[in-house]
């Protein structure tokens, strides 16, 4: 039954809008808005619409967060796919959305729905084509028909030049993964309602984790066809499909889905730590006690350490059973330059590795401390390098931990070894991780053998100092 209303998972009100705010900005005639209320329909009737995320792309769907009262993304063009295939990962029970432009999707983000596709991520990808650059004022599209006129081909698409049209659908088709694929088209009201059908089965496949499903929805532009409403979709009907055809391309949606795309296998504790590192001194992962989650900026100049600390800790986290992610950040100087390094630690499924308001801040020299004191949490905590840092922390409503790391470094006869001494600090005042576990990470870890006692006598030799300063 088609119901003549607003469905609940759209907004109330649209507040892109001023004052116009129950209509969206899609043009008179355009698809987009007829391919979101069968979307937003269907999130009703299935009842997921508070466990959606839906992924916008660049082109005219780029305000979709204004309209979906659901989780959103706006992926930078092309991208969907693979901001999808992270949230897919990440949130094993969300109903995730793709949803592209033709430009987007076939154009600059060729390789990101070829890639999630031959994976078989359990996702949805709306595909809307309509043959043009939407957006940016109708450029020719990789889909754009031959003769076509736009404003990059004026004189109309040549094939000779530019290719012919790109079907999607086949290319997909071309790939085992997919279980589902189908073209339909908004040309006509039978079309929305087959179009109606394919999309519920897209999200239906979706939700019985059978995997990958592409709809492609050949969609009007009246705007940059140059057409009124009716006759775009008449131009639809007449030229585009046949050239794109209409059809079920594929249709697994009985019986098993294949096991291989089904439930994708997250490598964790000594698997994956075997993966980082071979074999290791860890073999049991121990249970972590870690209650709140660690977002770590470790930073300093290029040479100290400072992204083999991150990669340490992030082992660390590893072999006690934690979720972890390791960001490096360096500029192009082998020595002297700028270095960062990102870590979270977390009992739960970590979605983005970036760590913009840090609670742990590991400051190995001035610039740094500079940079990033004012970014760390009411609460966290500091550490400094007190060697190399002539100031104090000057905030008063977290933790802060001055150690001459590089002095105790040195004095253990291995200056490079400052970032041990950071990393220890850091974990035995927090109790984050165990320092055992460091401990036995730093034979694998540490590249020169003849640096390993060296190491192992530098974490003691910060735990003495921290004990002699009362700090722990
Ligand atoms: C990296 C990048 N390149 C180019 C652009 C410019 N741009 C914005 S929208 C768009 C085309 C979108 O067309 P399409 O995906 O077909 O969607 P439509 O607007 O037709 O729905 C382009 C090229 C951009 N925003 N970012
Ligand atoms: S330019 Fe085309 S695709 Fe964009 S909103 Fe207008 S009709 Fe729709």
């Not at 320092?435 to 053998?449: A, E, N």
């Amino acid at each position: 039954m088609i119901k003549h209303e607003k469905p609940k998972s759209f907004y109330d009100t649209f507040e892109r809008k001023g004052a116009g705010q129950q209509v969206s900005h899609y043009c008179p005639g355009c698809g987009h808005g007829t391919v979101h209320k069968l979307i937003a329909e269907a999130l009703v009737d299935f009842d997921v619409a508070d466990r959606t995320v839906f992924m916008s792309p660049v082109g005219c769907s780029v305000f979709a967060y204004y309209y979906f009262d659901v989780g959103n993304f706006q992926c930078a063009h092309g991208r969907a796919p693979a901001v999808a295939t992270g949230v897919r990962r990440t949130l094993k029970d969300a109903l995730v959305i793709s949803y592209q432009g033709d430009g987007d999707l076939a154009g600059i983000g060729t390789a990101e729905i070829i890639h999630a596709a031959n994976r078989g991520e359990n996702m949805t990808v709306f595909f809307i084509n309509n043959a043009i650059y939407g957006m940016t004022g109708g450029q020719m599209a990789p889909t754009t028909l031959v003769g076509q006129k736009t404003t990059t081909t004026p004189t109309g698409r040549s094939e000779q030049n530019d290719g012919g049209p790109l079907g999607m659908a086949e290319v997909m088709q071309a790939i085992k993964a997919p279980v589902y694929i189908e073209r339909v088209s908004l040309g006509t009201p039978q079309g929305v309602l087959k179009t109606r059908r394919a999309v519920r089965k897209g999200l239906q496949y979706q939700i019985e984790k059978r995997g990958f499903s592409f709809i492609e929805i050949l969609s009007p532009c009246p705007i940059n066809w140059k057409m009124d409403p009716q006759t775009s979709r008449k131009w639809l009907t007449d030229k585009l499909e046949p050239v794109f055809p209409v059809q079920s391309f594929r249709d697994e949606g009985t019986g098993e889905a294949p096991p291989a795309f089904r439930e994708k296998r997250m490598l964790k504790g000594k698997d994956l730590l075997k993966l980082l590192q071979g074999d290791t001194a860890i073999t049991e992962v121990t249970e972590s006690t870690l209650e709140e989650t660690q977002y770590v900026k470790i930073a300093g100049f290029g040479g100290q350490g400072i992204l083999s600390a991150g990669m340490f800790l992030a082992k660390g986290g590893i072999a006690e059973g934690l979720h972890a992610t390791w960001l490096p950040s360096y500029g192009p100087e082998m020595r002297g330059g700028k270095a960062y390094a990102s870590v979270i630690l977390s009992k739960q499924l970590i979605g983005s590795p970036v760590v913009d308001l840090p609670n742990v801040l590991i400051a190995m020299n001035l610039p740094s401390l500079i940079a990033f004191e004012d970014d760390v949490q009411e609460g966290g905590i500091i550490l400094v390098n007190s060697s190399i840092i002539d100031r104090k922390v000057s905030r008063s409503d977290l933790r802060a931990v001055h150690i001459p790391a590089s002095d105790i470094a040195k004095e253990g006869g291995l200056i490079a070894a400052s970032n041990m001494v950071m990393i220890t600090a850091y974990l035995a005042v927090t109790g984050t991780l165990k320092v055992d576990t460091i401990k036995k990470l730093l034979p694998q870890s540490v590249r020169r053998k003849e640096h390993v006692d060296k190491n192992l006598k530098i974490v003691d030799a910060s735990i003495a100092y921290l004990k002699q300063q009362g700090v722990i």
